[in-house]
């Protein structure tokens, strides 16, 4: 269970990366195809209950973490710290990778990996459950910025899911309560995702506020927020009001790659959603 665990945090790592705009998440590698089994195991493993679907849902994630390790050498999506965690689920132990220096800043036979990608996917699905082989990616290196450029947006942005349905993928199954001024139940210390002037709590995750990386919010996506000791009432960048625990993270639907808490002092804190998903804990931990 705990080896499941592991293979399932890096792939909602690896969901994060894809989905949360700027930074890392700018180097997404997955196609359509990719992306939606990406999404199904992260949907499968929330509902899963017998050993069999767990133990399918392992071997499936394992297979997908041994594909995209293989790519992602190129791409330098992962930091060597994240690299080194991959190889320690697939191998057994941390095997650190080369220095991204060693990476060619040019790669003449990108066409030809692509094509060699599209054929491993044309027998990955004679055997059913590793579909998500299929597909390509293409990232070039420029010889001036030093940054990855990507191909255009057609070929490289997930038509499906949203940004927002892979945040509440990554972070439920929720419920939706109703906590107020008048009765602040939060459900603390579920993450909440909040939209539209509705609350829904994680029935399994939650985000300790001692995660390393919270820094002072100043996007001003929480443009308002008055302490009551125990909860904040806060609103959010359209004027629309909520009820909060006191440093309970939470989500708003309109920056889903970022997960906010208001610090006891009322100071308004955030997280890039890829380091909260690799820090998540089930409730109860």
């Known amino acids: ?25 700018a180097l997404a590698i997955l196609d359509e195809g990719e992306a939606a089994t990406l999404s199904s195991l992260l949907a499968g493993y929330a509902h899963a209950s017998s050993s069999m679907q767990l133990a399918q849902l392992e071997r499936e994630g394992r297979q997908f973490l041994t594909q995209y390790r293989e790519r992602e050498r190129y791409a330098g999506v992962l930091d060597d710290q994240e690299r080194s965690q991959l190889n320690g689920i697939l191998d057994g132990r941390p095997v650190h ?12 036979s990108l066409k030809v990996a692509a094509a060699a990608l ?29 940054k990855v450029q990507l191909p255009p ?5 997930p038509l499906a899911p949203t ?8 972070l439920g199954p929720w419920r939706t309560i109703a906590p107020s001024a008048q009765r602040p139940q939060t459900a603390s ?15 399994k995750w939650k985000i300790p506020s001692s995660t390393s990386g919270w820094q002072p ?3 001003g996506a929480v443009s308002q927020v008055v302490m009551h000791g125990s909860y904040a009432a806060i ?16 989500i708003l639907a309109s920056s889903p790659g970022v997960v906010f808490r208001v610090s006891p002092d009322g100071t308004p804190m955030s997280l890039p959603l890829a380091q909260a998903v690799a820090s998540r804990q089930p409730l109860g931990h």
């Open 1 to 25: 269970m705990e080896d499941l665990e592991k293979v399932m945090d890096f792939l909602a790592l690896i969901s994060a990366k894809e989905s949360t705009p700027g930074g890392s998440g």
């Open 217 to 219: 919010d100043q996007s």
């Open 118 to 146: 599209a054929i491993t996917a044309t027998i990955a699905a004679g055997i059913g459950s590793a579909q998500f082989l299929r597909g390509q990616f293409e990232s070039q290196q420029t010889g001036t910025s030093g």
């Open 189 to 203: 210390p579920a993450i909440l995702l909040l939209t539209g002037g509705s609350t829904e709590a994680s029935l």
């Open 163 to 170: 940004d927002l349905q892979r945040t509440e993928q990554l």
């Open 97 to 108: 990778p080369p220095k991204k220096a060693q990476v060619r800043p040019d790669f003449p």
């Open 235 to 250: 609103t959010d960048a359209d004027g629309t009001p909520y009820v909060v625990g006191t440093g309970q993270a939470f």
């Open 153 to 157: 947006p057609g070929q490289q942005v």
